[in-house]
């Protein structure tokens, strides 16, 4: 079952803070009202009585006490989650070398424009998604589920993916073979493959290629308002390749920092991944 936490968070927010403003505007001033009929009625109270009974009386109801307590925790949660930064956590080897399967990364929200939660519109235009930026966005073929890949086609770019080498615009992009991978943790189902440096100009990444898979041979012209994104594990990833591009108003934000690694086959914390920045 999806887990639509936006969605979750807004009602949230509504129910607490109308809860909250009906006993300020509404609930409180009867309680008031109430105390003050009973403080100035027949028969004299002493002063200890009139604490009694005032404490008595202004106590707020238990729901009306949690929902100003978190109503403003609550917004400030969805401002900063909807706005800000929000942590994903990586489900598949995708991404690999670059993000391994147990990162918890932080992601720019306002990187590609401020949009309002649940309904996903833009309000404040940005900027845009640049070449080799790692990008969250939600799936084309299923909006609710979100998806990680780097930003390789710009609007107007033909993307060509030949013989397991990346052209862009007719341009071959320069691969420096680094060795075979050093497979550790859940990754060690890509034992064997080759890492290599992939220069997009703009920017420069490891991308994991294994020659002993099927070659997929694609070319492509990116449209207006969209997006040809790849994963770094070129032969595990399920890309643009097979489902083509991503509307820009399905962008979520791009992702710029690892906060936390959890590789149960590895050991649990992978200490040396917390604070890396992602490029």
């Known amino acids: ?19 909250w403003a009906l006993d300020v505007w ?30 008595r009386m202004y106590k707020e109801p238990v729901l009306v006490e949690y929902s100003r ?15 800000l930064i929000e942590p994903f956590r990586i489900p598949s080897g995708s991404m690999m070398p670059t993000l391994l399967d147990g990162d918890f990364i932080l992601v720019n929200k306002f990187t590609y424009g401020i949009r309002l939660p649940v309904i996903n ?8 998604p640049e070449r080799g930026d790692v990008a969250v966005f939600r799936y084309p ?7 990680i890949k780097r930003v390789i086609g710009l609007p107007g770019d033909k993307v ?3 013989n397991k080498k990346l052209y862009i615009n007719g341009e071959p992009m320069k691969l420096e073979d680094f060795g075979v991978y050093d497979a550790k943790g859940t990754g060690i189902t ?6 290599y440096e992939e220069d997009l100009k703009v920017t420069k990444h490891n991308v994991l290629i294994d020659n002993d898979r099927p070659i997929i041979n694609m070319d492509y012209t990116v449209g207006e308002n969209e997006y040809f994104v790849m994963g770094d594990n070129r032969d595990n990833s399920n890309d643009s390749r097979f489902w083509g591009t991503v509307p820009e108003a399905n962008l979520v934000g791009r992702a710029f920092m690892i906060w936390m690694n959890w590789d149960s086959a590895n050991g649990g914390v992978t200490w040396d991944r917390i604070g890396q920045s992602i490029e």
């Open 1 to 19: 079952m999806h887990f639509d936490f936006p969605t979750i968070m807004v009602l949230a927010v509504v129910i607490t803070g109308v809860i």
């Open 141 to 147: 073929k299923d909006p609710k589920v979100d998806y």
């Open 160 to 162: 060509t993916y030949r």
């Open 121 to 128: 519109k833009k309000i404040i235009d940005i900027g845009k």
């Open 69 to 83: 307590s978190l109503f403003p925790v609550i917004l400030i949660v969805l401002i900063l989650r909807s706005f």
């Open 190 to 195: 890509m034992a064997g493959a080759q890492v």
């Open 26 to 55: 509404l609930w409180a001033p009867k309680r008031r009202q109430q105390f003050d009929a009973v403080v100035g009625g027949e028969g004299k109270l002493t002063p200890e009585q009139i604490e009694v009974e005032k404490d």
